[in-house]
């Protein structure tokens, strides 16, 4: 079952705009990592927020999470194009130990940026 | 180079054949990850490892064996390969820290296995 779901499904903006995309998910989280993919290529880390912060930013990207929604969001700022890419979110609802990274991921966000 | 390097990267095999995909990583992470991608259902997880001799399953873990007798190799095996395994195996780790488990997951490449 997936658990957090991503919205839209793709978003088409031009360089220089922001972008936004939407995470919910059902049950109570450990964390929530957001995570970037290049066509044909493995995953790549952006940014983690634990369930007992709210916001949290790195360079142009700020995240947001309300527990009390269930609900994440990311923000780009400022986009160019080598931010097209597909964003996915993971929540990480383990309970440590050996259950530690069983990270269960939405379906992306596919974002294009066009020049 | 350091990293996670998974093999092969492309593979094609037919049906009832075993098959094994390999994963390596360099930084002697202690948690290990299979995951698949497919259209429609983004990543799910296969199986795990919090260490050497330490497995547990995922969410779709029929039909895969893993082993993990060194930390740094992580092999996936299908045993007898089926058309709805056709998809795209991507290796991770990780290294939670101290008390802390909020730590990333680092990914491979990826193998993108077709069953004919």
């Known amino acids: 079952s997936q658990q957090g779901e991503e919205d839209p499904q793709a978003l088409s903006i031009q360089e220089g705009e922001n972008a936004t995309m939407n995470c919910s998910y059902k049950t109570s989280i450990n964390n929530l990592q957001w995570y970037r993919q290049n066509s044909g290529r493995g995953l790549v880390h952006l940014i983690l927020?634990?369930?007992?912060?709210r916001e949290k930013h790195s360079g142009r990207l700020r995240v947001t999470l309300d527990t009390s929604k269930k609900s994440s969001s990311l923000l780009i700022t400022a986009s160019r194009a080598a931010d097209t890419a597909s964003y996915f979110c993971?929540?990480?609802?383990?309970?440590?130990?050996?259950?530690?990274?069983?990270?269960?991921f939405g379906q992306g966000t596919i974002l294009t940026v066009h020049p | 180079d350091a990293g996670i390097t998974q093999s092969p990267r492309y593979k094609i095999t037919e049906t009832g054949r075993q098959v094994t995909l390999m994963c390596h990583q360099t930084?002697?992470?202690?948690?290990m990850f299979w995951y698949r991608q497919d259209l429609g259902h983004g990543l799910r997880l296969i199986y795990y490892?919090?260490?050497?001799?330490?497995?547990d399953k995922g969410e779709v873990s029929d039909g895969y064996v893993v082993s993990r007798s060194k930390t740094e190799n992580f092999p996936l095996t299908l045993e007898s390969a089926t058309r709805s395994q056709t998809s795209v195996y991507f290796c991770?780790?990780?290294?939670?820290?101290?008390?802390?488990?909020?730590?990333?997951?680092?990914f491979g490449n990826g193998t993108r296995l077709t069953v004919t």
């Open positions: 930084w002697s992470h202690s948690y």
């Open positions: 993971a929540t990480d609802n383990g309970a440590g130990g050996t259950s530690y990274g069983k990270l269960t």
């Open positions: 490892s919090a260490a050497a001799d330490i497995t």
């Open positions: 927020i634990r369930s007992n912060e």
């Open positions: 991770a780790s990780s290294a939670p820290g101290g008390n802390s488990y909020n730590s990333p997951l680092h």
